[in-house]
């Protein structure tokens, strides 16, 4: 059975830095695109950043860009969020998800296996 597995979430202050960290098992995730996206309560869920397969490509939402940076070590088949000067509205549950194809997308149609989440808080 296919599973991602993310961690690293947890409470922090504004200004704040968190690291999440996103482990398929079932099988390895190395040729296709992975992404994070998150679901604040009561919000659709949206998309945060991706990369490719290779790891040289990358693509972020407006909202994070120059404070999130997304990353993958294909030899541990892990892929990385770090998360620096955190807002309260970056609360939310992130999701970890493996793409059908190897570019990066912020389309959540396009990404075919989800992870449970993780809670991040952001306390002002």
């Known amino acids: 059975q296919v599973?991602?597995?993310?961690?690293?979430?947890?409470?922090?202050?504004?200004?704040?830095?968190?690291r999440l960290s996103c482990a398929p098992s079932g099988r390895t995730?190395?040729?296709?695109?992975?992404?994070?996206?998150?679901?604040a309560p009561g919000k659709e869920r949206e998309f945060v950043a991706a990369i490719s397969w290779s790891g040289w490509n990358t693509y972020y939402a407006d909202s994070v860009k120059g404070r999130f940076t997304i990353s993958r070590d294909n030899a541990k088949n892990t892929v990385y969020l770090q998360m620096n000067s955190l807002k309260p509205e970056d609360t939310a549950v992130y999701y970890c998800a493996a793409a059908r194809g190897s570019w990066p997308t912020g389309t959540h149609s396009e990404y075919d296996y989800w992870g449970q989440g993780t809670q991040v808080t952001v306390s002002s």
């Open 29 to 39: 995730f190395s040729n296709v695109a992975m992404g994070w996206f998150r679901q």
């Open 3 to 18: 599973q991602l597995v993310e961690s690293g979430g947890g409470l922090v202050q504004a200004g704040g830095s968190l």
